[in-house]
């Protein structure tokens, strides 16, 4: 993934599967929920990428000829395209939607707006902070602070992405319609891709909705709603499958021989080959197919890979899929950090060598916050909750 939740994550709402009977198939409301382990591996393989990726995208770009160094398209592309990362997180979230409890129209809506108002204080930590800093300093404020405050995220596409599920909800529709309405959403916005680009503030305001310029838009809401409307239809799927082994089977079998022959032409034509300019945030629907398939060979993949290994060997995969939001939160404020005080203030390159360490140490750091993090919450709800007493709810 390539820029913020490129990637993170978005931020998909934790998946959770009901346990069935002995002897049942189908989901039954009133079961104990268990989580869906080859989702939470999915997320994970997507969380490390997606770190990686960031490290290399940010820190690399500070040295000279980096868009024709290996190490820095293994980073930018390897890691930030192909391996699941924004689309493997927004298609997880889709199928999250479907299994939560709390995925009613207005549930959705309010969800909605807490991430597209948390990308803007993300953007602010992340490297708005920063520049308002250093515009004080010098005097006057550089062009790029605003592109700090208001550079669009993952999180604002997931934000868009859960208002507009909760009125397709809200209206009654199917998961399966939903999709469909994906699939136009992205012929459509292949088409309008790059057609209008006039004064950057409506290439700004318009690029939420359609890519207009690569520098004001990413995470188009056309171009990117069939990974969550996908994600819909899956979760349903795998709500009414009364034999999951078979329904994995049969996504393997078509998922598989897509990728291996989507990545053989990538290599073949190029990276992003099927999408105007090669800008991964403009992905048209054939290219969309192509990840997906990627996507959903992992995903078949780790569910036959639960079955084989006990689940509490799981545990720290798990728990990352868990904590996605803050994980991604935390490795961004950090890499803005590092990339804004050591790259720009101090002009200290790094070698493609500490930009891995630096991602690989970035995975472990974010992984206890994000769980220094839960548990203050716990920490805070259960204080909150003690001062709670009956005689206060009698009153």
């Given at each position: 993934?390539?820029?913020?939740?490129d990637?993170?994550?978005?931020?998909?709402?934790?998946?959770?599967?009901?346990?069935?009977?002995?002897?049942?198939?189908?989901?039954?409301?009133?079961?104990?929920?268990k989580?869906?382990?080859?989702?939470?591996?999915?997320?994970?393989?997507?969380?490390?990428?997606?770190?990686?990726?960031?490290?290399?995208y940010?820190?690399?770009?500070?040295?000279?000829?980096?868009?024709?160094?290996?190490?820095?398209?293994?980073?930018?592309?390897?890691?930030?395209?192909?391996?699941?990362?924004?689309?493997?997180?927004?298609?997880a979230?889709?199928?999250?939607?479907?299994?939560?409890?709390?995925?009613?129209?207005?549930?959705?809506?309010?969800?909605?707006?807490?991430?597209?108002?948390?990308?803007?204080?993300?953007?602010?930590?992340?490297?708005?902070?920063?520049a308002?800093?250093?515009?004080?300093?010098e005097?006057?404020?550089?062009?790029?602070?605003?592109?700090?405050?208001?550079?669009?995220?993952?999180?604002?596409?997931?934000?868009?992405?859960?208002?507009?599920?909760?009125?397709?909800?809200?209206?009654?529709?199917?998961?399966?319609?939903?999709?469909?309405?994906?699939?136009?959403?992205?012929?459509?916005?292949?088409?309008?891709?790059?057609?209008y680009q006039?004064?950057?503030?409506?290439?700004?305001?318009?690029?939420h909705l359609?890519?207009?310029?690569?520098?004001?838009?990413?995470?188009?809401?056309?171009?990117?709603?069939?990974?969550?409307?996908?994600?819909?239809?899956?979760?349903?799927?795998?709500?009414?499958?009364?034999?999951?082994?078979?329904?994995?089977?049969?996504?393997?079998?078509?998922?598989?021989?897509?990728?291996?022959?989507?990545?053989?032409?990538?290599?073949?034509?190029?990276?992003?080959?099927?999408?105007?300019?090669?800008?991964?945030?403009?992905?048209?629907?054939?290219?969309?197919?192509?990840?997906?398939?990627?996507?959903?060979?992992?995903?078949?993949?780790?569910?036959?890979?639960?079955?084989?290994?006990?689940?509490?060997?799981?545990?720290?995969?798990?728990?990352?899929?868990?904590?996605?939001?803050?994980?991604?939160?935390?490795?961004?404020?950090?890499?803005?950090?590092?990339?804004?005080?050591?790259c720009?203030?101090?002009?200290?390159?790094?070698?493609?060598?500490?930009?891995?360490?630096?991602?690989?140490?970035?995975?472990?750091?974010?992984?206890?916050i994000?769980?220094?993090?839960?548990?203050?919450?716990k920490?805070?709800?259960?204080?909150?909750?003690?001062?709670?007493?009956?005689?206060?709810l009698?009153?």
């Amino acid at each position: 993934m390539k820029d913020a939740m490129d990637q993170k994550t978005t931020a998909p709402i934790e998946a959770k599967q009901p346990s069935l009977p002995a002897g049942k198939g189908e989901f039954l409301s009133a079961a104990p929920k268990k989580r869906l382990l080859e989702l939470d591996l999915l997320k994970a393989v997507a969380i490390v990428a997606m770190i990686l990726c960031h490290a290399v995208y940010m820190l690399g770009a500070h040295l000279p000829n980096h868009k024709t160094d290996v190490a820095y398209f293994i980073g930018d592309y390897v890691f930030g395209c192909y391996l699941a990362v924004a689309h493997a997180f927004m298609f997880a979230m889709g199928v999250g939607i479907v299994l939560s409890p709390k995925n009613k129209p207005l549930d959705l809506v309010k969800r909605g707006i807490f991430l597209y108002v948390m990308a803007f204080v993300l953007n602010f930590f992340r490297y708005g902070i920063y520049a308002l800093i250093d515009g004080l300093i010098e005097g006057h404020f550089a062009e790029e602070t605003i592109y700090a405050l208001v550079v669009q995220d993952i999180f604002h596409f997931a934000g868009l992405a859960m208002i507009f599920t909760g009125a397709m909800k809200a209206l009654k529709l199917k998961e399966w319609h939903i999709c469909l309405i994906g699939v136009a959403f992205s012929v459509a916005g292949s088409f309008l891709a790059f057609l209008y680009q006039g004064h950057p503030v409506p290439n700004y305001l318009l690029g939420h909705l359609v890519v207009t310029t690569e520098e004001d838009s990413t995470f188009a809401f056309l171009n990117w709603y069939l990974f969550v409307g996908f994600g819909l239809f899956f979760g349903r799927l795998l709500q009414q499958t009364q034999d999951k082994d078979k329904l994995y089977r049969i996504v393997l079998l078509v998922s598989a021989p897509v990728m291996v022959l989507y990545l053989v032409l990538t290599g073949v034509f190029g990276t992003m080959f099927l999408t105007e300019n090669g800008w991964y945030y403009a992905t048209s629907l054939p290219e969309s197919i192509g990840l997906l398939s990627i996507d959903m060979t992992l995903l078949s993949a780790f569910y036959y890979l639960t079955k084989k290994v006990p689940e509490d060997k799981f545990g720290v995969f798990v728990e990352m899929s868990k904590n996605l939001t803050p994980i991604y939160c935390a490795q961004w404020c950090l890499i803005g950090f590092v990339d804004s005080i050591f790259c720009y203030l101090l002009e200290i390159p790094f070698p493609y060598w500490a930009q891995y360490l630096f991602g690989v140490a970035l995975i472990f750091i974010c992984y206890w916050i994000a769980k220094l993090w839960r548990h203050l919450q716990k920490r805070f709800r259960d204080k909150k909750a003690q001062k709670t007493t009956p005689e206060t709810l009698v009153e």
